[in-house]
């Protein structure tokens, strides 16, 4: 965590690796069907446990996002419809806009 407590490091990196792995993931199904992935040896590890990448991803974050805003909502310092703008702020910006590039 640094100094002002907002940010646990080990969190943060985690979530990243995970989200790298299901790229990773996701980029073995550029290959021609029956052949190897991209970079085959080197990123076996992915390609094997890629999809479990996913859930972990999403209890880490879900731990991330509890630790941010748990004491607000029990002491009612956050509205449901702010913590609805909180929330959509943070996870579907990206999406809309991959979603839009795909």
Do not use: C, K, N
Request: glycine content about 6%; proline content about 5%.
């Amino acid at each position: 965590m640094d100094s002002s407590g907002d940010r646990i490091y080990s969190f943060d990196l985690s979530r990243a690796i995970a989200a790298l792995a299901v790229v990773v993931l996701h980029w073995s199904e550029l290959a021609a069907p029956g052949s190897a992935p991209p970079f085959g040896q080197s990123l076996d590890f992915f390609y094997r446990f890629g999809a479990l990448a996913v859930p972990l991803f999403f209890v880490l974050s879900g731990f991330v996002f509890d630790w941010l805003y748990a004491i607000r909502i029990r002491a009612q310092r956050i509205d449901a419809a702010t913590f609805f703008v909180l929330r959509f702020s943070r996870l579907y910006p990206l999406f809309i806009a991959t979603f839009g590039v795909v």
